[in-house]
């Protein structure tokens, strides 16, 4: 993003490794830092620390140009855990889960309230997603980000192999894959074999 001239680009890289820019000048002080950084990411300015070139929590009445910050710095925003969040686990249907949890919550944890809520799926069955990271289940919320409001997909981890075939009419010939359950019928492992032989014949039982 090209911001006016008489600003400088600064760049926030948060723990997901998510990086954003902001437009401020040198006598921008941390505490508009902070308002930018709440009005682009939705997070409270009391639930943020900022670090710079290894000062930590820096002071939101100071400016960048106290703290030597110019233009194409890197800020660290760290989200910090205040207590109680109202999320929503989405899961492959659509369907919304609204849950109640800590910050504090591990991921574990929040795949042990998605089995309470949702028909008792095994955390081993579930991949949680949030904003493009799959979730370790080790890992606090608080360190994904994960802010309240927020959503978080849930996909299905269950990997099933499978065993099918394919009969061509012309020449009689059966072709075998072995498949995941995961693959889609255009996943080119699935139908490699099958593209290349029906290419020879036009003609098959089923057409996909």
């Not at 760049?11 to 709440?38: A, D, W």
């Not at 075939?165 to 490699?192: A, C, M, P, Q, R």
């Amino acid at each position: 993003m090209e911001y006016p001239k008489d600003l400088e680009t600064i760049y926030i890289q948060t723990v997901t490794q998510k990086t954003f820019s902001l437009g401020v000048s040198p006598s921008t002080n941390l505490g508009e830092v902070k308002t930018m950084i709440r009005d682009k990411e939705g997070l409270g300015k009391l639930n943020q620390r900022l670090f710079f070139a290894g000062m930590q929590n820096v002071k939101i009445k100071r400016t960048l140009s106290d703290y030597n910050i110019t233009g194409n710095s890197v800020l660290y925003l760290v989200p910090v855990c205040r207590g109680d969040l109202k999320i929503t686990v989405e899961t492959i249907s659509g369907k919304r889960i609204p849950l109640d949890v800590d910050c504090r919550h591990t991921v574990k944890e929040l795949k042990a309230l998605i089995q309470d809520k949702e028909l008792g799926i095994h955390p081993d069955q579930q991949a949680l997603v949030y904003a493009g990271h799959r979730l370790e289940d080790g890992i606090i919320l608080s360190r994904y980000s994960v802010q309240n409001e927020s959503t978080v997909r849930l996909v299905d981890d269950t990997v099933t192999r499978l065993q099918i075939y394919f009969l061509i009419d012309v020449t009689g010939k059966t072709i075998h894959l072995e498949v995941e359950s995961s693959d889609t019928i255009h996943n080119e492992k699935s139908i490699g074999v099958w593209v290349e032989e029906v290419a020879d014949h036009k003609y098959a039982t089923q057409v996909i």
